[in-house]
């Protein structure tokens, strides 16, 4: 019987102390722009042929390149901060900001004969996500936590928090266009990615009596450590059509749910009690817990849906406008990494094995989600463009809380993008200089843990309550192209 309400009541406790994960920027589908010119008139390569990015955008659109070339698009420096504020507790604000130089993208046409209606071969190498995130926070104070029959007066409350993640994508696509008529054209391809993800998060709190005080209790403290690693090889499918109707260019593509090839996991745990007390009543003995594991060669399963976009563009005099609109289907929660019946709650029992999927799994679903965008290109002479496009970028995870394991994403807010910049042409080069501003917030966050209210209860964690959090970024965008042969063709 005392082994069972032991075993009850260290569930009950890790499953109470385990916090809500923050995780990267993977929470939303249009974070990267790829492209020359697609960079910044965002969307537009879904009806006409803009960049080497026709391949990622909407692989019809080949069959319109009037020459083969290649290029090389990045975001120079891109700069992001995310401010947390009161995220670990009234008055405790989280920041995290991070510079990077990032190559996006190096992608090609090759259209081997003349003819208006040969095929035309694209490909692209690019990175299609990539994201860090980084908050620590730490806090030396004093507080009356344990009760004065144990300890007079008040405590030194020691607590830090950590976390760490990274997410990087990097895919690689080859596609064809063909224009089926003189108005209609056709396009596959077909994208493999490499998905990568790394997790660290870490938190203790400690209540230690002063000296000579008359405390029958020396330390009580709190620690959990977790941290998860895995990568994923998916490929997908890609087919479009565009057409020209009058003065109307229309693009629509349809992407398949991904397909996963290979990947593995692996995880490591700690979750400690020392000296903590069940309950209110003080004959109760104090108790320690332990949960500790490894796990390796765990199996992954990742999921892309199903997209579907339309684009429209027009030209009005000396400006062309595109409008785009972006469909992206649900997928039901599933299991990312999953340890199974394994040892992890401290000794191992055949019994509390069983618990370990439900404490450690890492599972995530995804709503359906609408993504829009506007641009414009102001032809001021041939050899100079100013573009210009605004566009949203939903999240798709609606879920903020879990009640087992852990859930991805986390980045529960919507972001907006106004991106502006100039094209210049120089013979067979094209330079194509912009700036990318970046916007999201959420008033009603949910904090990991909290440092201004750790109780015995709450195994001084805290009552999680919410916080305001705001992401603000601005990236320097910077593309090269040359067109080979270009007055031969053109």
């Known amino acids: 019987m005392k082994r069972l309400i032991s075993f009850v009541n260290i569930v009950a406790i890790v499953l109470f102390i385990y916090p809500t994960a923050i995780l990267a920027q993977d929470n939303h589908y249009s974070w990267m722009q790829f492209g020359s010119r697609n960079s910044i008139l965002y969307n537009a390569g879904l009806a006409r042929f803009e960049d080497q990015s026709a391949v990622i955008m909407n692989p019809a659109t080949l069959s319109a390149a009037s020459s083969s070339s290649f290029n090389f698009n990045t975001n120079a420096v891109g700069f992001n901060n995310i401010k947390f ?27 081997p004969w003349k003819k ?177 594991g490894r796990f390796e060669k765990l199996k992954v399963k990742y999921k892309m849906p199903l997209n579907v976009s339309f684009g429209a563009s027009r030209l009005f005099g000396n400006v062309r406008m595109y409008g785009a609109l972006d469909w992206y289907s649900a997928i039901k929660e599933y299991t990312v990494l999953n340890p199974g019946e394994a040892s992890f709650i401290q000794p191992s029992s055949s019994e509390n094995v069983l618990l370990t999927d439900d404490l450690l799994a890492v599972w995530e679903s995804r709503r359906n989600v609408f993504n829009g965008s506007i641009a414009a290109d102001w032809i001021v002479r041939p050899d100079y463009h100013l573009l210009f496009s605004f566009r949203n970028d939903n999240y798709y995870s609606n879920r903020l809380r879990e009640e087992k394991g852990f859930s991805i994403p986390k980045k529960v807010w919507n972001n907006y993008h106004l991106t502006f910049g100039t094209q210049r042409d120089f013979g067979a080069s094209e330079w194509v200089i912009g700036l990318r501003l970046n916007m999201g917030s959420r008033n009603d966050y949910p904090q990991p843990f909290s440092f201004s209210d750790p109780t015995e209860d709450n195994f001084f964690q805290g009552e999680r309550k919410t916080g305001k959090i705001t992401s603000r970024g601005l990236q320097l965008l910077l593309s090269y192209t040359f067109k080979f042969n270009q007055n031969k063709n053109q």
């Not at 926070?137 to 928090?161: A, C, F, M, W």
């Open 85 to 111: 504020k009161n995220g670990l507790g009234q008055g405790f604000d989280l920041s995290s900001s991070n510079l990077s130089i990032l190559p996006s993208m190096a992608s090609g046409v090759l259209k």
């Open 116 to 292: 208006q209606k040969d095929w035309t071969l694209g490909y692209a190498l690019y990175h299609s996500n990539t994201d860090n995130l980084n908050f620590t926070d730490r806090t030396e104070t004093k507080k009356d936590i344990i009760s004065e029959v144990e300890s007079p007066g008040q405590e030194n409350y020691l607590s830090q928090y950590h976390l760490n993640t990274k997410m990087d994508e990097v895919s690689v696509v080859a596609g064809l266009g063909w224009k089926i008529s003189p108005k209609l054209s056709f396009g596959f391809s077909q994208t493999f990615t490499y998905r990568s993800q790394e997790y660290i998060e870490n938190f203790s709190a400690n209540a230690i009596p002063d000296l000579n005080t008359g405390a029958t209790v020396d330390w009580v403290g709190t620690s959990y450590d977790i941290y998860f690693k895995f990568y994923k090889i998916v490929t997908y499918s890609k087919v479009g059509l565009t057409g020209n109707f009058g003065k109307w260019d229309l693009g629509l593509t349809l992407t398949t749910p991904a397909l996963g090839i290979m990947g593995t996991g692996e995880m490591n745990a700690d979750l400690s009690l020392v000296n903590v007390r069940l309950g209110q009543d003080p004959t109760i003995a104090r108790q320690n817990f332990l949960a500790n």
